[in-house]
């Protein structure tokens, strides 16, 4: 796919909405912890999601390319497939035993900063010129500052730096990913998510089972919220993502990564009466000053301008 990325009026509204979703996300994940141990809700709820996503792929054929491929492309679509999901996963249950949570946002964070040289060299199309350079480390000191001090603070662990490499891990995975993504032939977006999952779901149950052990049974309420972590962040909100990267372009994409935290601090004000840090407004501004710096020949031809 060698076409300049268009980003348009739904490509603003497709990251605004993942920024939301999975912001709310740790909201849900939180109370779903309270019925469920860690790696069997991760199992349980990519299991959901994967098996939502395979009956509606089902039901349109189980189409995947659009045109005739080769062996190769289908080993490509398998290598996005790991790096999508399965290792990321793997390496930030892993790592973040040891990392405080402040750090393992601000890894995810650093996505953005990931993406932008290796889309670069790597998709035809998209621009590293200097303001977008500036935007990008704008948007990235913002989500430090909302963060604060937890965001590089020890813990004394003694595989604390190996831990803080997994979470760097994961965020370079996604990075890759997503490149991986645009460049791949046309290809019909619900076909490649629900792969996504797939693959995800066969290396977490596993996973899940070795280092928790066998699954208890848990409660109505549990299954319910596991249900909704399936359909909304981790199936719907993974085939928007798919969407926006073949649109719109992995750096495009990446602006997410900038959103989540402050939707996840508003979110815990609002419904859990968490307080709302001192760095918000400062955090804000300069995450929408880097957005809009690193954006600014696309809002330009949005509002209309040459």
Known sequence: MSQTPQITRGSWLMIATLGLVWGATFLITEVALRGISPFWLAAGRITFATA??????????????????????????????????????????????????GFAGVSMAAIALIVLPLAYFFVPGEQLGPRRVVG?????????????????????????IQGRLACL??????????????????????????ILLVVGMVAVVPIAWVVEGPPSLPSKQTIAILAVLGLIPTA?????????????GPVFMSLT????????????ALILNE???SSLLLALVLILCGVGLSQYSALKRLFGGR
């Not at 009956?55 to 995947?64: A, H, K, N, Q």
């Not at 290792?87 to 973040?96: R, S």
């Not at 000191?141 to 963060?147: D, F, R, S």
């Not at 990564?257 to 815990?268: D, I, K, R």
């Open 52 to 101: 939502l996503m395979g009956v509606v792929w089902r039901l349109r054929g189980f189409r995947l390319f659009t045109l005739p491929t080769s062996a190769g492309t289908k080993t490509s679509v398998m290598i996005v497939g790991v790096f999508s999901s399965a290792v990321p996963f793997c390496l930030l249950a892993w790592g973040q035993q040891f990392v405080t949570a």
């Open 136 to 160: 990008f480390l704008l948007g990235f000191a913002g989500v430090v500052v909302l963060i604060g001090s937890d965001a590089f603070e020890n813990t004394g662990a003694a595989l604390e």
């Open 169 to 194: 891990g994961a965020a370079s995975c996604y990075a890759m990913s997503s490149v991986l993504v645009r460049r791949l032939p046309p290809v019909d977006p619900l076909g490649l998510a629900t």
């Open 236 to 248: 719907a909100a993974n085939l928007l993502r798919i969407m926006v990267i073949r649109s719109a």
């Open 257 to 268: 990564n900038y959103q989540v935290p402050v939707w996840s601090v508003l979110m815990g």
């Open 275 to 277: 307080p709302l840090p």
